[in-house]
């Protein structure tokens, strides 16, 4: 039965047969494969690549061995073999010894196969990491080949090294079991992967054959090809995501056709020369410039508008509400937050007093009764720009006529909950998303490559830069003799606590044992306290007392990172600053900064500081360029954690490492948009392999081209 079967699947393609069917694999090893590593076919072992590579044709002898190493290869021979301790405690030793001296090697598992395995006397070839005990070096569970059964081994050159699981080792499968599973299969391919790239790319970028990539990725010639190998697959990955990116770009611009705002009207002239309450800077005129070409050319508009903290993103966003308005079309204005959400209803209303305008707030807490009047006013008009929270996204929110949408903080939103707004008008509205985390130029290529892109690099004149400070615990005193003269010149502070939501009892400890060492530093001062566990009206209260100047000293945790604006505030002290990101430690550094005044912000941290945490530190020390911020964070903490898991997920990149790989996706992209400008439908002879490879990537994957 098992022969049929084999004889049938060879009948499809290769790629396609059950992992099972593969030499060394089997039923049982098949399962493990397909549960602890997602590999279920041919296809899936294929690309599953080494995360990194020894070079085996290397050899040390034993007094060059440091624990500094990261592995070492000898030749030698095995001696005094030795089991210690009892039956549950066994281990097995052996001295190894070449001309220049002897180290010790340790077995703590399968110590009675392994000694009847290993011989006295033979000479072996020892492959391991050493380590240091007692101020001597050895090596716990080596790799010990027969010298006579070595040839292949000193051949080998660059040997793969495979990540694997403890179930997977259980059962045979650590790195060099699914090597061996490597070496049954690529043999079995050569020369049948089917290219992915067209003659033309190929050429272009010196890249070699994807049957060339395959082999050496797995199994290098020489470094030189390792390396041409894995640039060749990067820019495979990166090229189709950006061909699907720049396609879903061309789709919308050719199918989906948009509202026309043709004017300049009354309200946006009536603000811009009555209620500006401050000049434009260069940079918002050149964006509201940009954006007013889009909103004229009858397709949707999707721009991405970034810009720093306080660079003025809200206001050009009012202005363009204003356009929609004087065109017949209502706004809508999504925050991820309540607090934030309030915060721009607060502003909207503000800078709009005196003006025949209706801005209404929706959010969850809202009750009712005041419900049903918004969701009355949007159907008949009489409200012009709503902002809320998710509330937005309800299907019970429909408008009369919605023809911009701005979300704010759009990382916070997952894709398919924004495409909702989609739906609120028979054509979609204009949607402009806003970041006040300035995104690195390679993730605004990958995750936001469908959409044009505006930056505000300005900000706005009178603006001091803010002075960032960083002290060990031990400095606490001269912080608070620091904090004292500021706050006796007036001014206002936050102290801020990060929030670790797996210990939220934890956090509030440490807000309430700081917020007593502050009320004893600080005894003739009025203090707030906000945190996340508080009922929303008692954060209001406490924000608003602290807006007003009533209270001096603000202690809170990262609930305050967006929806404050107080410019009188101009220290910010963080604990624990070795906790935050350094995106979130920038956010938080903007709450500052927003008066006249020289403001400062205070990094607090423990003594000992790991090497993420000391760059993080002078990081945010040397500069306050958020682009320079975000490129050292994507660094640090790579793509998925910085944009979040939901937008993250939409890679699932195998190699490219977009903190590393700029060169590359620049050539992808380039690449990709040579192809589609001159074949839009990938109908020519030549882009063939392009795109049927295209069609295999999209299968599964969610359709985005209906989604901002």
């Not at 396609?16 to 279920?40: H, S, T, W, Y």
């Not at 356009?323 to 209803?345: K, V, W, Y």
């Not at 998710?390 to 911009?404: C, I, M, R, S, T």
């Amino acid at each position: 039965m098992y022969s049929l079967f084999s004889r049938k699947v060879k009948a499809l393609s290769i790629l396609e047969n059950d992992i099972e069917f593969l030499k060394g694999v089997g039923p049982a090893r098949g399962e493990l494969l397909k549960k602890e590593l997602e590999i279920f076919k041919f296809k899936q072992l294929v690309q599953y690549y080494p995360f990194r590579y020894v070079d085996r044709t290397k050899f040390y002898k034993v007094a060059e061995a440091h624990q500094d190493l990261p592995f070492i290869q000898i030749k030698g021979k095995l001696n005094n073999l030795q089991e210690i301790g009892g039956p549950r405690a066994k281990r097995l030793t052996a001295q190894f010894l070449d001309e220049t001296g002897s180290i010790e090697l340790v077995w703590f598992k399968g110590v009675r196969w392994i000694k009847e395995a290993i011989k006295p006397g033979v000479e072996y070839i020892l492959f391991g990491k050493p380590t240091a005990f007692n101020g001597k070096i050895n090596v716990v569970h080596p790799d010990l080949e027969p010298l006579s059964k070595a040839n292949s081994v000193v051949q080998m050159g660059l040997q793969p090294v495979y990540s694997t699981t403890d179930k997977l080792t259980a059962r045979g499968l650590h790195s060099k079991g699914i090597e061996k599973l490597q070496r049954n299969l690529i043999p079995q391919l050569e020369g049948k992967l089917s290219e992915t790239l067209s003659p033309a790319i190929l050429a272009e970028n010196h890249l070699i054959s994807r049957n060339e990539a395959i082999q050496n990725i797995h199994f290098p010639q020489s470094a030189e090809l390792l390396k041409r190998a894995i640039f060749r697959l990067k820019f495979e990955e990166l090229f189709l995501v950006q061909m699907q990116l720049i396609r879903m770009k061309l789709h919308r611009q050719k199918n989906i056709r948009g509202f026309v705002f043709e004017k300049v009207g009354t309200q946006f002239n009536t603000f811009y020369k009555n209620h500006l309450p401050f000049e434009l800077t260069n940079a918002q005129k050149r964006v509201i410039k940009e954006i007013r070409k889009d909103l004229g050319q009858g397709f949707q508009m999707n721009r991405l508008l970034q810009g720093d903290v306080g660079s003025g993103k809200t206001m050009a966003g009012l202005l363009l509400m204003l356009m929609a308005i004087d065109n017949g079309f209502q706004a809508a204005f999504m925050a991820p937050t309540e607090i934030l959400a309030q915060q721009h209803f607060q502003t909207l209303n503000e800078q709009l007093e005196g003006m025949a305008l209706n801005v209404g707030l929706l959010t969850g807490s809202v009750k009712q009764a005041k419900r049903k009047i918004i969701h009355e006013q949007l159907l008949n008009g009489e409200m012009h720009i709503l902002v809320g929270t998710h509330a937005l996204l309800e299907d019970k929110v429909k408008f009369k006529n919605l023809g911009l949408v701005i979300i704010d903080e759009q990382h916070r939103f997952g894709v398919a909950q924004r495409s909702k707004m989609w739906k609120k008008n028979t054509l979609p509205p204009h949607v402009l998303v806003m970041s006040a985390t300035p995104i690195p130029r390679t993730l605004a290529m990958t995750f936001y490559g469908d959409l044009e892109v505006s930056v505000i690099d300005e900000l706005p004149p009178g603006r001091k830069p803010i002075e960032t400070r960083h002290f060990f615990e031990r400095s606490r005193l001269k912080v608070f003799g620091f904090l004292r003269k500021e706050i006796e010149k007036g001014r206002q502070a936050y102290v801020v606590f990060p929030l670790i939501e797996e210990s939220e009892k934890l956090d509030l400890k440490n807000l309430q044992e700081g917020y007593e060492a502050i009320s004893r530093a600080f005894p003739q001062y009025h203090i707030s306290v906000v945190h996340g566990r508080m009922k929303a009206a008692d954060k209001d209260f406490e924000m608003q007392r602290f807006a007003k100047g009533e209270t001096q000293i603000m202690v809170a945790t990262t609930v305050i990172e967006v929806g404050v604006n107080v410019p009188n505030a101009s220290i910010m002290v963080i604990e624990n600053a070795e906790r935050f990101g350094l995106s979130q430690l920038h956010q938080l550094r903007g709450r500052v900064g927003r008066g006249a005044e020289q403001s400062y912000c205070v990094l607090m941290s423990g003594e000992k500081l790991s090497a993420d945490g000391k760059k993080r530190m002078e990081t945010m020390v040397r500069t306050n360029d958020g682009f320079e911020v975000a490129e050292v964070d994507l660094k640090l903490r790579g793509p998925g954690d910085l944009m979040g898991t939901q937008q993250s997920g939409i890679l699932n990149l195998q190699l490219a490492d977009l903190a590393r790989d700029q060169q590359i996706l620049q050539l992808a992209r380039t690449a990709a948009q040579d192809l589609l400008q001159n074949d839009p439908n990938m109908v020519h002879p030549e882009n063939k392999n392009v795109r049927r490879a295209f069609e295999n990537f999209i299968k599964g994957r969610p359709n985005w081209s209906r989604i901002s």
